[in-house]
């Protein structure tokens, strides 16, 4: 009891200030420090014999090192015909070779504490593995069987061909996910990078010969970048990758010349019915093409504006003022020969309508009205502060190097990417605004068709769609035409 | 400070190496517990604070009255607007958020690393003054009766699991769910949650960590400056010990007409986190669960077809361990087949088949999650402030790899005999209305 009367009396004692009055420092945030520099380490690259270009960015105190195999050629170089081969082909490499088994490669791999996925993009492929840092030697041979000597199997192609359909099923459930794809399907309609867009049924038709005619053509290490990250050098990367990977013989690849992508002009509104979401799902974008690196930061800076934050415009006028929406966000994403700028909000079925309109009204505000100093500045910390937090994971970090390689971005984004940032005023966002904002955005709502058809009466020409992104047919100001 | 991670990711380990960075770890005059640690890699900066006050303290009646409390450490304290914290850190770029786990709460942000005062600035004042009033509270019991009803209907086996708990942990404290009862939640005062804020989010039931890019002189005396003149609160209440469970097997049903399709629960409480034996069941579960080749999802998804879904593996809620296993099956005949292969592979494990290559492939994986833990300020920070809070302490952290590492197959066997058998599971069968 003693013990605790005296507790008491000394917790008073240091809080009596706080009774009374409070510090004065508690009354305002403080003042940052100075910004510390970010002083990036340098890629280090060379190119073996057989044409594969091999990056390293030593970071010595990491104890994983991440490898990034990136093909260039994505879904747009699967053939009109056959969308979804790029992504079958890359998810092949991991299903066996001739000597080694599928299961193998996943006891191999669980071995040397890895992780193992593919990505692919309308541009390229990838195969990501991170590993413990002393399993350098096992990686690079892993890899280099599932890369140099795939079985393409027919007992694996039908179990990917379930494995896949099913995975593209689940995906399906998100309004999100089928909101952007009915978008970026609209978008590239008529280009290469449309066939990323592909539904569950696409794997169907793909054939073993398919398989193997696509990881011939493109899978060369002349048309290959090999980036990898963490406690590991270039001399040692080299030595490695070229015990393993010399063999792999490079080959010419013709490229047709690619079409140039169509920035949308039109009012369009797409709608995909999905029964029984409670919320809308708008996504809205547009193509932004021609987009020389000089526009980046500017255009960057603008998304930011736009819908970076929860405290950026989108968010506070469709939330914050008018409770249309549970939340609402821009971003941009990098293509190899132009970009594409999405805004993506969840919004009150009721209120679908109307929070279109906001969006419109948000956008078109860009390109008339310069950005006050207070919200650039904002959006330019916001890009400074985040970017070293975005690398700060290895993976991460190795995705970017490998993506700033395989765009030939250049230091620009790497250790000056602070200083491109600051130099960022209002009259650029302006002209990026003017230049890439002012084209009608395609608009595609998610959502169920019964609890929005009041707040879609307003519309012109709405066109419904399916799943498979097929035209189911189009209404008119609540009127099926 | 770059090399500071050299020989943690090679493979021997036989001998405990030293930890691969360094800390200061110090108590202010008012009980909070402050780690310190270096990292220049980049210029950012990881704070956690986190409080000693999960749903293990909840009292009966009061369930969920720790998660509501998370959600509204967001909604402004004296200085601090309402949402404002999470406005301050998203214009600098930074990233934040919030967890609750059985027994703390972590609040975490990572920021460029000249911003850290304002952190402080933001924690500091939410520990000392947040503004509970009845119109917060009721905005946050919405919310949080929001997530249940999102999560009954996007979860069809979450009662199930709810059930299987309530068994597994016989008592209150252990056996209750984090998002809490919904006839509780409706009930929570303004007065609970005062009361709960008072008596658990108080500098001496709480650790403060930070990692980056700071000047640990510095770094000091701003904790000092922002934290040391908050009040003291009671002494936080001890924790019962958990009642034991009976030693008997333990069948159950649940039916639920939602559930797409028959399911089980099994469970076994098993050896106490930090116990010798507890090292030998983490090494078992990623044997058994973790990876492309474990043992248990191979054989019984993939090889033998009896089940549609599984996952398992080691539970902590604080000072008591189970081992869990969750699996979705066709129909009640693949649900018994399931069971039955499940103790076969037990048995295979009790007369000591684990091979030296599965071994090590468990081994592996478990310093793959182990080291990335440690991998980013961020991760580093969090394992930082759990570790605080552990019965090892902080000291313990260096022997913890080398600890599973030199696990050995007999051990394997041994837990296996000690903790798997008949008597000391519980299964819950899941069976469509």
């Known amino acids: 009891m003693r013990k605790k009367r005296w507790l008491w009396i000394w917790a008073l004692l240091i809080a009596g200030p706080a009774l009374g009055q409070q510090d004065r420092f508690r009354k305002s945030p403080p003042v940052p420090d100075p910004l510390p520099a970010l002083v990036l380490p340098e890629i280090e690259r060379t190119e073996l014999i057989n044409g594969l270009t091999v990056a390293v960015v030593s970071r010595p105190g990491q104890p994983f090192i991440s490898l990034d195999l990136v093909i260039r050629a994505g879904e747009s170089q699967s053939p009109e015909t056959l969308p979804g081969l790029a992504s079958f082909t890359a998810e092949m490499l991991s299903r066996g070779t001739a000597l080694v088994s599928a299961a193998e490669f996943e006891e191999r791999i669980d071995g040397i504490g890895g992780e193992f996925r593919t990505t692919v993009t309308p541009d390229f492929s990838r195969l990501s593995l991170r590993f413990l840092d002393d399993s350098l030697d096992r990686a690079i041979e892993t890899l280099s069987q599932m890369v140099l000597q795939p079985d393409f199997s027919e007992r694996e192609i039908v179990a990917l061909k379930r494995t896949l359909f099913y995975d593209l099923k689940q995906k399906q459930k998100d309004p999100e996910f089928v909101g952007r794809r009915q978008l970026l399907r609209v978008l590239f309609k008529s280009h290469p990078y449309g066939r990323s867009f592909f539904n569950e049924e696409v794997f169907k038709n793909l054939t073993r010969k398919d398989v193997q005619a696509f990881y011939e053509l493109y899978y060369r290490p002349n048309n290959a970048l090999l980036a990898l990250s963490g406690n590991v050098d270039l001399a040692t990367a080299v030595r490695r990758v070229g015990r393993y990977l010399s063999p792999w013989a490079r080959k010419e690849i013709e490229w047709p010349s690619a079409p140039s992508p169509r920035v949308n002009s039109e009012d369009r509104v797409c709608f995909v019915n999905f029964p029984e979401a409670q919320e809308a799902t708008l996504v809205i974008g547009n193509v932004v093409f021609p987009f020389p690196e000089s526009d980046y930061f500017p255009l960057a800076a603008l998304i930011q504006v736009l819908g970076g934050t929860p405290f950026s415009r989108l968010f506070m006028n469709l939330r914050e003022a008018k409770e249309y929406a549970y939340s609402a966000f821009s971003k941009l994403e990098l293509f190899q020969n132009c970009a594409c700028y999405t805004i993506t909000a969840a919004v009150v079925p009721s209120a679908a309508g109307a929070s279109i309109r906001e969006i419109r009204r948000e956008i078109d505000r860009l390109t008339r009205e310069k950005v006050g100093n207070f919200e650039l500045e904002q959006a330019k910390s916001y890009l400074i502060g985040n970017f070293p937090i975005r690398i700060s994971p290895l993976d991460q970090l190795n995705r970017y190097v490998s993506e700033l390689l395989a765009f030939s971005w250049g230091e620009s984004r790497w250790n000056r990417f602070g200083d491109n940032v600051i130099l960022v005023d209002s009259e650029q966002l302006l002209g990026a605004a003017q230049k890439h904002l002012l084209p009608k955005p395609v608009v595609v709502i998610v959502g169920d068709m019964s609890l929005l058809f009041d707040s879609l009466q307003d519309i012109d020409r709405l066109e419904v769609y399916d799943l498979k992104g097929n035209l189911l047919y189009t209404m008119s100001k609540g009127v099926e035409e | ?433």
């Open chain 2, 1 to 433: 400070m770059l090399l500071l991670f050299a020989g943690w990711g090679s493979a021997a380990f036989q001998e405990q190496p030293a930890l691969p960075f360094s800390w200061q770890h110090f108590t202010l005059k008012n009980g909070l517990e402050v780690v310190l640690s270096d990292d220049r890699t980049l210029p950012l900066v990881s704070v956690v604070l986190a409080y000693q006050a999960g749903p293990l303290q909840e009292q009966p009646g009061k369930t969920g009255l720790a998660l509501l409390l998370e959600n509204m450490m967001f909604m402004g304290s004296l200085n601090v607007g309402p949402m404002q914290h999470i406005s301050y850190i998203s214009r600098i770029g930074g990233e934040l958020n919030a967890t609750t786990t059985e027994d703390i709460v972590y609040f975490f942000q990572t920021v460029p690393s000249n911003h850290l005062a304002l952190v402080l600035w933001l924690e500091s004042d939410r520990m000392k003054a947040l503004e509970i009033d009845a119109a917060k509270v009721e905005r946050a019991k919405q919310s949080q009766l929001d997530e249940i009803a999102r999560r009954k209907a996007t979860e069809p086996y979450l009662d199930s699991e709810l059930a299987f708990d309530r068994v597994l942990y016989p008592d209150f404290a252990h056996g209750h769910g984090i998002l809490g009862r919904e006839e509780d939640v409706r009930r929570l005062d303004v007065e609970d949650v005062r009361s709960f804020y008072a008596a658990h989010y108080v500098p001496n039931n709480a650790a403060l960590i930070i990692v980056g890019n700071i000047d640990v002189a510095r770094t000091r005396e701003l904790v000092e400056k922002y934290f040391e003149t908050i009040a003291p609160g009671r002494k936080p209440p001890l924790f019962l010990p958990p009642r034991p469970l009976e030693k008997k097997e333990i069948i159950q049903s649940f039916a639920d007409g939602r559930v797409p399709s028959p399911a089980f629960h099994l469970g076994f409480r098993i050896a106490p986190p930090f116990s010798r034996d507890h090292y030998a069941l983490v090494i078992l579960d990623y044997l058994l669960f973790k990876g492309k080749s474990a043992r248990l999802s191979r054989k019984l998804v993939r090889k033998e077809g009896l089940a549609l879904y599984l996952s398992g593996g080691v539970e902590k809620r604080k000072d008591v361990a189970v081992l869990k296993l969750f699996a979705m099956n066709n129909n009640e005949t693949m649900v018994e087949l399931c069971q039955k292969s499940i103790i076969s592979e037990f048995n295979k494990l009790r007369a000591g088949d684990v091979s030296p290559g599965d071994l090590a492939r468990a081994k592996s994986l478990f310093k793959r999650d182990f080291l990335n833990r440690l991998a980013t300020p961020a991760e580093r920070a969090m394992l930082l402030a759990e570790m605080t809070f552990s019965p090892v302490g902080l000291d313990g952290l260096a022997s913890e790899l080398y600890r599973h590492m030199r696990i050995t197959p007999f051990e394997i066997r041994t837990v296996v005999e000690r903790y798997l058998g008949p008597e000391s599971s519980v299964i819950l069968n899941v069976k469509r209305k």
